[in-house]
């Protein structure tokens, strides 16, 4: 045991050693803090409250998918069925009777299916040793399959419980309810991955396999437990995402898990693992909403916003690197 | 069997051997499940399916055999066949000019990516996701429609025979092979096998990684810029939304015909091979009445068992 927590420490001093310069630090949140500058000054809608609350509750799913990204990435993986399975259990959610008293029930079945799907992916990537990507990659064509074969590829009537409108776009002491939620969330696994061993373990796996294999740690079931946080956050994101949107079609999470990766990526991350964190992300997902309304907001066609954002990603990406990183 | 014989079999590749046993298994299966499936009308239809794939893939096995990945293939797939029939628009005389600017915008912008990711030093994957935003953002602000029209000429790239022969999927083979014997003789395809295998050792070894690095990704976005043509010809028209199937498609075929995404290992002819099984497979499930959403489950699912027989890791 003593071993482990040397190792620990040494990979903590060696990570504080390489301190970043500020710019390279803090480099995500500077521009942040320059889009909104930028917002506020071109758009004086921007910091209206009707409209930072709609940017929120907009943001809330992406939050809570970067949020289950970041523990994968930081295993040197990443997640392509992120925005699959948000779908899928869209669907599953409309599947089950349209009453409030299924709301719970819903839940722990998403919960379920996700943490199902999340085992797959981690078995598939550490006992099997395919590749993050295309374990992941495989997971999100079934299941887009599986979603197809159910729904015959008819869009949904959208035959929600009502309460999933509330929880989707409804406010609580003037604060969107999704909002709350993903604000549960974060202290949750900002705990788990900063409070205990176990989020230890996965900054060791990711950084330094080597070390943490020689400090005793398992590393396959730290990083399945990864890919099973990732899928479960994914599944509650569907939830508040289909409250949000109201009706159901098969592609409802189209696009989340290329944009959860960029958020997490632009928050700090590495795709060689043990760097980054939540509010890096977290950081990350914002710059994103962010574009989002600013383009709607100036009136652009919607297109430019794939525009901006690309540009964006690629941008904000390369403040992270060291020169021959 | 002869020294020499088990000399060459001992050379090919098991993935190789696996891949092309399972296209013999479907093929096999195939007469069983249809009489109309050895027809040649069916044979033309499997190999005029299996151009646009296989040319796009051509790009991302260059691509992955560094080590990379190319995600921006079909947002240039959609700006390139929307550039060409959009501004051509049925006027023949501007075929020419336009084709030779369409394919140097293409070389352009995969260039770009390769240089962003030497110069930026951002992972590949950011790159060229944020490219294929960028790209398609591009093509939906120039068009929302098919847009404008292509020469009746045009139709030949697609349907043009000789002696009853169809040309295209000739020339997409022929391309394969011509860029084995690159990979196998040239300085530049052995160096890409070299970044990909083991950068260190190819840097103290002299090669200059960056211009390997910038050479592939230009080479893909040449050959997304081909299978956008091509796509044009097949269709008489350019379409906004046709590259989204490309992106992560173009990198199924690669995989299962055993070129590893950690790079250095692999090759042209496996993805080939890998082109044509997820084309026989789809004719197959066709003629068995099983709807796409089905072939996706199956599709998904060959990924996995084709990779995990593999061994895809190679660093612990």
Known sequence: ?325 | MSEAFKKVVSKIDPSIGIVSGLVLLLVIAGFFVSDRFGTTQNLLNILENSVSLGLASMGQTLVILTGGIDLSIGGIISLTSCLTSGVINGNSSLMFPVIAGVLLLGIAIGALNGVLIVRLGVHPLIVTLGMSMVLQGVTLMYTLEPPGAMPLSWDLVAYGKLLGVPVAPLVMVLIFIAMWAFLKKARLGRYIFAVGGNAEAARLSGIRQNRVVVFVYTACGFFATLTGLYLVSRMGIGDPRIGGYYMLSSITPVVVGGTILAGGKGGVIGTLIGVYLIIVLRNLLNFMDITSFYQWIIEGVIIIVAVSFYVERKKV
């Open chain 1, 1 to 325: 045991m003593s071993g482990t927590t040397i190792n620990l420490e040494r990979a903590e001093t060696s990570r504080l050693a390489q301190a970043k310069p500020f710019f390279q630090k803090y480099g995500l949140y500077v521009f942040l803090v320059l889009l909104i500058l930028i917002a506020v000054s071109t758009s004086p809608q921007f910091l209206a409250p009707r409209n930072i609350q709609n940017l929120l509750t907009e943001g809330a799913p992406l939050g809570m998918a970067a949020l289950g990204q970041t523990f994968v990435i930081l295993t040197a993986g990443l997640d392509l069925s992120v925005g699959s399975l948000m779908s899928s259990v869209a669907v599953i959610a409309t599947s089950i009777a349209p009453d409030n008293v299924m709301i719970l029930p819903i839940f722990l079945i998403a919960i379920a299916f996700g943490a199902l799907v999340g085992f797959v992916n981690g078995w598939l990537v550490t006992k099997r040793k395919v590749s993050p990507f295309l374990a992941t990659l495989a997971t999100m064509i079934v299941l887009q399959g599986l979603r197809f074969a159910w729904t015959k590829g008819a869009p949904l009537s959208g035959h929600l419980p009502p309460g999933f409108r509330v929880l989707g776009t409804g406010t609580l002491l003037s604060i969107p309810v999704n909002l709350w939620a993903l604000g549960f969330l974060i202290l949750v696994f900002a705990i788990v991955l900063y409070r205990t061993t176990y989020g230890r373990k996965l900054y060791l796996v990711g950084g330094n396999p080597r070390a943490a294999f020689l400090s005793g740690i398992h590393a396959d079931r730290v990083i399945i437990a990864a890919y099973m946080i990732c899928a479960v956050l994914a599944s509650i994101a569907g939830l508040f995402l289909v409250g949000y949107v109201g009706s159901v079609d098969n592609w409802v999470g189209k696009g989340y898990e290329l944009d959860s990766i960029a958020a997490v990526m632009m928050g700090g991350a590495s795709f060689k693992g043990g760097k980054g964190g939540i509010f890096g992300s977290l950081a990350g997902v914002l710059v994103l909403i962010v574009i989002y309304n600013l383009v709607l907001l100036l009136g652009f066609p919607i297109q430019t916003q794939l525009v901006v954002k690309g540009l964006v990603i690629i941008l904000a990406a390369s403040f992270y690197l060291t020169r021959g990183d």
